[in-house]
């Protein structure tokens, strides 16, 4: 999860040579494990020629599982769901004291979960991988994968582009600059696609957030968003309902109150009044990565973080932001919103960060837990905390 740095005269490229020097810089900047975060695995699982293919390999059981590196943890209820690295998924029963690993369909590296019921839930990872499971994690299938994906995404830019193109030969003169823009943006997007079906899966997903069992959305990098109403049997890609024509990488979305929000790199922020049939891109309050964004049940506050510790939160569902000043350190990689209202942070360096005033002030637990990534409130009261060397549980 770092920002990608194109060299000083990028700017002047075309698009599509812009975007393609973008994604060699991605490529290089996902070997380095605890910068990348989520990413940091992407180049190494990439499948070599004659090798087997990850999103047909099932991921292999081991006793390790739980020591290696987990991106994502979700609390169901008194359960807890972790996914990682190398297809693996574990979960457990007693609040995080042990991990019991199952058996997944691929091993590309997983890097979210969501369970919008006990029973129902879906993994997404590396490769625009779509996991399913109906039995509380404890068995999955594959949806679709990036392939499938990256077809699905050229027809349907195929289907908008044509009659935007019937409406530019009739449009108005001050109609055309318009048309034109979105026809140049659709086509990039079209470009791209097509670029990335000659490199195969390539495409991370790197969220997932279900209202229920059917209607879901999963974000991504280099701008991919999804959106199912069938439970993940069918995706349609949103790319004409948000503003994003360059392609910016979405690292995370969140539920707070009655909206969604969706935060990514470049200082990218949007909220959702209609459950993402339509997005308004917010003021951002800075132009660094957003590597996450979390928020209230009640809608009362959200709250952006990433790189260089950057932390910002609002009250007004995104319309002015607060710059939290009284931290400094690692980026921030993960946070939660505990029962009690308390928001919590993780670090790269492994520091654990906690407010229990809204933001105002912010406190830095005593144990440390390097390379992590995401945390949750476990069931007893604890804190469940997912990274690079596995799962730990610590005191608040």
Known sequence: ??????????????PMRRHALARICFHLLMVMAVAAIAIGAFAQERTAPGTMDLLKLSATLSKKAATSPIMDISRIGTRLIAVGARGHILYSTDSGQTWTQVEVP?????TAVCFPSPRTGWAVGHDGVILRSDD?????????????INTLMRSTLQTVIAPQRKRLVHASQDRRAEIETKLENLSFFLDD???AMAEGPTRPLMDVWFKNEREGIVVGAFGMILGTVDGGENWTPWLDRIDNPDGFHYYGICRSGDALYIAGEAGMLFRSDDWGQHWQRLRA???????????????????AFGLRCSLFLTHDRGKHWTAATNHKGASISGGAVLADGTLVFTRVDGTIMKSQDNGKTFSVLPTRFPGSIAITETSDGELAVAGL????????
């Not at 990565?289 to 709250?303: E, K, N, R, V």
């Not at 060397?389 to 608040?396: S, V």
């Open 1 to 14: 999860m770092m920002e990608i740095c194109l060299p000083g005269d990028a700017e002047t490229l075309p």
């Open 193 to 195: 696609i097509n670029l």
């Open 389 to 396: 060397r596995g799962l730990t549980l610590i005191e608040k």
């Open 285 to 303: 309050p800075y132009d660094g990565s957003f590597f996450g964004i979390i928020g209230s049940d009640d809608g009362t506050i959200q709250a």
């Open 106 to 110: 691929v091993s590309v590296t997983l």
């Open 136 to 148: 509380g994690g404890r068995t999955w299938r594959k949806q679709i994968d990036g392939t499938a």
